[in-house]
């Protein structure tokens, strides 16, 4: 809660319909908040957990290790994807 607290200069305005306000309102009053306060919880709530959701990979145990051990012992370059990576030099400006 403490961005919350932290200095109040930007603004976000919304609209939205009576009855999605009344709700809003009721669980403001619920929880004790004030609406202002309760909608600023409520979506930077959302917004932490949609960057956690993109911004972190949770992998199960098997590939987790298969992973690893791609990065550990990556597998010999075959002479068509060499070919492809030349293409790819020769075509590819790098600045």
Do not use: C, W, Y
Not at 28 to 44: C, D, M, N, P, W
């Amino acid at each position: 809660m403490s961005q919350v607290a932290a200095a109040k200069n930007e603004r976000v305005n919304i609209r939205l319909n009576e009855s999605a306000k009344k709700r809003i309102e009721r669980a403001a009053s619920f929880a004790g908040e004030t609406v202002s306060r309760f909608i600023v919880a409520s979506a930077l709530e959302q917004a932490e957990a949609t960057i956690r959701a993109h911004e972190i990979m949770t992998l199960s145990q098997r590939d987790a290790d298969r992973f690893l051990d791609a990065i550990l012992t990556p597998p010999e370059l075959n002479e068509k994807f060499r070919a492809a990576m030349e293409e790819h030099s020769r075509r590819v400006i790098h600045r």
